[in-house]
């Protein structure tokens, strides 16, 4: 199945790399992505009931509001999943609204699995024709890099992306991604998925990472250069979550440019007004670019 | 959410802890899971159409022929999800389908996050009343074994369970699990899963860890003792993968009383006929009480 579509286009990906595509609204927009994320008390504070229909209303509105401004959107699964499978087709509703709206989506999943198992979560995410599929998708390496390949290359083919987890900013998570001293998981995550790039032309690569805006000086402490990486750098924790866009400049410094600021609670807080998740939206990213 | 079902009955656990389940149904029966795993070639090999009504025939049909012989059935998620909406509401039915016929359910999920959003998972695969509820769900440590609290702490109120990625036989994998030296991420979270099963009295603590059949060595050059985890060890592997009875006794030694070897392809392979399944999972059964 995974072969299908683009067999019956002799193997032409289907559209531009998700690397460049992504350079380009990063350009375009700034370098902000708004994270979708129906929590029950978002939910609540919007009017609207925890259920399906409740959480259509509220990702439908985002999408509607935020579409035309920033780079990216992300969708928080767990969130979808909650409710079952009622939630994963408002999930699907919500990815191809993103997609009619012109705006690029990153399906915040966190999957990871061996062998046929991860090709069946990569035929999920990033098949075309799949009913979930997204522009990208995030994935979690305990099971090691390489072990997430079927994505990897299911991506490459349909012009999609990854974003694989590597340092963040949660406390408890060093107690794996900073274990290894100078040749840390974090590090090595850094460096596979700079190799991975190599295989991509143009500014960004599709295979992104995932660290965490609040991580003062960990890259320093584990000696983790992203510069190679030549992968967008998605990083949760602008605005509620306590970054500010100079922390961005300073954690990031040289990767900067390819820092995918990720903003959910600040810019979400604001609904359910269109209007007034707009101005979240354009004020945050008027502060990324003043930066 | 999480806590309303326990809350109307006054914080009373609505069940016996999971650890306790799963500990009479293995003595009972034996130490065998089933994985149920619709493969695209499976499905083919069955005379099913890769879709969800081939999903839900396949599935079903493994539930009604080894409920009564399995201590435990393992849906594969990714092959639901890999379906869309559609998809995860075949597991859902699954999921109810098995525990009406009396066996425990291992959502084999490999979830895993941070704070809301974990507790979002928690909520997902753990709450009673969730449609997507199971008895057990396994989970990702790569963001830190502490990052799954939601989880843990739902699964003690609930009486469910869940097994966390430890140690895994793709090779792939070490160069996570095995960084670190004689303090690698996998015995950190063999440890952490230790310390964490001191909550639940019993033989068994509903904290398992998934720790693959055919790791070989694996256990003995990182020095880690399964013994104190003192919950269940989910070891797939078993048949088709390449280990025997005796490979999961040699592997295991001490710890093996804990092992729950779970076996898919083998047994699955014998379908569509019930009879025929039931066969290799006894004869699987078999092999297991043989050794």
């Not at 198992?117 to 979690?140: E, I, K």
């Not at 290894?180 to 974090?186: C, E, F, K, N, Q």
């Not at 959910?264 to 604001?270: C, E, K, P, V």
Request: net charge negative; hydrophobic share 45%; aromatic share 4%.
């Amino acid at each position: 199945m995974p072969e299908s579509a683009s067999s019956r286009q002799g193997q032409q990906p289907a559209r531009e790399s998700f690397g460049s595509r992504l350079a380009a609204a990063m350009a375009a927009r700034g370098p902000l992505c708004v994270g979708i994320d129906p929590h029950p008390q978002l939910l609540a504070d919007w009017g609207l009931n925890d259920d399906a229909a409740g959480l259509e209303r509220f990702s439908l509105a985002v999408v509607e509001a935020v579409a035309s401004l920033a780079a990216a959107v992300k969708p928080q699964v767990a969130l979808y999943e909650r409710h079952g499978s009622a939630g994963m087709a408002v999930l699907e509703r919500t990815l191809a609204a993103s997609a009619e709206a012109g705006v690029l989506s990153i399906a915040d999943a966190k999957r990871g699995d061996i062998g046929s198992t991860m090709a069946a979560y990569a035929d999920a995410w990033l098949r075309d024709g799949s009913s979930l599929a997204a522009d990208s998708v995030t994935l979690s390496p305990y099971l090691g890099f390489e072990s997430l390949r079927p994505a990897l290359d299911l991506a490459a083919q349909h012009g999609r992306g990854v974003f694989v987890l590597a340092l963040t900013s949660n406390p408890e998570g060093q107690s794996v991604q900073h274990v290894g001293g100078r040749d840390s998981v974090a590090r090595r995550i850094a460096a596979a998925a700079a190799a991975e790039n190599q295989r991509y032309s143009g500014a960004l690569g599709s295979v992104g990472l995932v660290v965490g805006a609040t991580i003062g000086s960990a890259l320093d402490d584990l000696d983790i250069d992203l510069g190679p990486v030549r992968g967008a750098i998605l990083a949760p924790g602008l605005g509620a979550q306590g970054a500010t866009p100079a922390d961005l400049r300073t954690t990031f410094g040289a990767a900067y440019p390819t820092v995918l600021a990720t903003s959910s609670r600040g810019i979400l807080a604001a609904g359910p007004s269109l209007a007034a998740l707009r101005s979240a939206t354009e004020e945050t990213l008027a502060g990324l670019r003043e930066d």
